[in-house]
């Protein structure tokens, strides 16, 4: 796991100078070494955290055996015995025993299609000297970040694995993406391709960009379809557990301490089980109506597996002490309250590992999230035909909106016009009675999920929701913060179930394999049981949950609060009486409206590191 930065020549630069800042500020991805490449036309900076093959060999950039192709890569390619054969076999010669080296000859080899044949996580960027040409790539999934941008006063070209490195470039425009954030409070993350840095854009997971004469070309090279075979139910258990028996050999393999991640839940739980490692790690909170705290299953798990495993529980004063510093490693505001927990979590681990599996991933492709299952009373509603059901709909809309109305009205939407994915927070409305008028008009939240609904418009309503988080929350927040906040502490975090083979037998599932009246994630959770004890196996997903309602009714953070809310540079974004409205409400217990202070919350505490009076004044 790594990080690198590059950019083209226009004008000219001190090249030395200006990637040692840039690649500085993304030294926590990679401490243990760096290493610089610059020519005419562009430049390649690298941060190394060595997993395999810790020889200086094994540095990065990395050349071909005639020096005119140059790779730098983040990620792990755990195929790569097998293709590095392959291409030994075809008269490639290898230096070094990495992953890294797969792809610079693959390149050589397969051009393109090399992408095809890895298997794993990864961003890179290769320049063949040559052609004049740059090749950067992001994997299936998004696991990995990769951002762009020809924001720059010469036009030139930036990309890497981090936004905050751009920041040091003397060509970089920095400014304030005033469209994101009408669509970050409904969503809680980053949703547009492009991101709260105009003209910063992501490379989309599965696609790859190429930048010869002066000419940026983005195209995909996999997509992620479901395709329903109708096997029965113990033959696709059987596969689920060799598939995940094997991506979790893959995953494990390393030249340093891998542990993992373990929580109540099936997902950590099965890997776990599968893994087997010497170490597991969780965190918890103080108990609120018996909740906040699963660090005692993960304990009793862990003891019945016969592994050690290390807890901590946080305080809420240590949750907001390091805000600004998550914040500041996210890049973009992200208001998912998990990333506290696993900002803390990765920290715990770093103590005693450099890698860690987790179980990001299962939720969205073998069908996990609680939206995904009709209630009793939405099952027998929805036998009404949806015509009449539609026009009750309009009519509960101009009711007094309460539990039942709520209900009428969502039982005459289709799926495209009430599901937006797992998260959402602030209701439209709400969003532009709070925004200033220069901030509503960013994209509607329709208009961001319309463009990956038209891609399954035959599909299913189960196959829809899970096809919109894969496209949207997986890569937009689950991954994101899984690498951000794992990465700052210098960890390397693997996902085995969002392995391209895992991802291309669940996408054959049943929808009853998936989602059924006993429980969501079906099949899955039969794999499970056969390893796990029944008790884990059929726990209702949890998530990661965080007290922050308990908390804004505690006079301290009340007042913590309100004082960022009553702070000038506020009103330039919200009007502010209406924050006060709601934080005073909440406060008293008359409403809980913990995710809207909260959202509203992180993007201040976010602005103060990037663009405040003292931006950038959290480097850690």
Known sequence: MCGFVGYTHVDRIDGAEVLRKMTDAISHRGPDSDGAYSDESVSLGFRRLSIIDLSAVAKQPMFNENEDIVLVFNGEIYNYQALREELIEKGHQFHSHTDSEVILHGYEEYGVAILNKLRGMFAFSIWDTQKKKLFIARDYFGIKPLYYTQNTEDGSLIFGSEIKAFLEHPKFIKKLNKNALRPYLTFQYSSMDETFFEGVYKLKPAHYLTFEANQLSIKPYWHNDFNVVENDLKANVEQIKQILKESVEYHKISDVKVGSFLSGGIDSSYITALLKPNKTFSVGFQEYEAMFNETKLAAELSEILGIENHSKIITADECFDALPTIQYHMDEPQSNPSSVPLYFLAQLAREHVTVVLSGEGADEIFGGYPWYQNSPAIDTYEKVPFGIRKTVSGIAKKLPQNKVTHFLVNGGLTVEEKFIGEAKVFAEADALTVLKPAYQSGPSVR?????????????????????????????????????????????????????????EFAATLP?????????????????????????????????????IKYWMREEKYYQMIKAEFLKPETAEFFEVDVLLNYLEAHYRGEKNYQRYIWTVYVFLIWYQQFFGKTNLGVKS
């Open 447 to 503: 208009s961001i999920t319309q463009k990956v609904y038209d891609k399954v418009k035959n599909e299913d309503d189960l196959t829809k929701m899970q096809y919109l988080d894969l496209h949207l929350w997986l890569p937009g927040d689950i991954l994101l913060k899984a690498d951000k906040m794992s990465m700052a502490h210098s960890l390397e975090l693997r996902v085995p179930f969002l392995d391209k083979e895992v991802m």
């Open 511 to 547: 929808i009853k394999q998936r989602v059924n009246k006993e429980n969501t994630k079906y099949a899955l959770r039969v794999a499970a049981n056969e390893v796990l004890p029944e008790a884990w196996a059929k726990r209702p997903k949890l998530g990661f949950p965080v007290p």
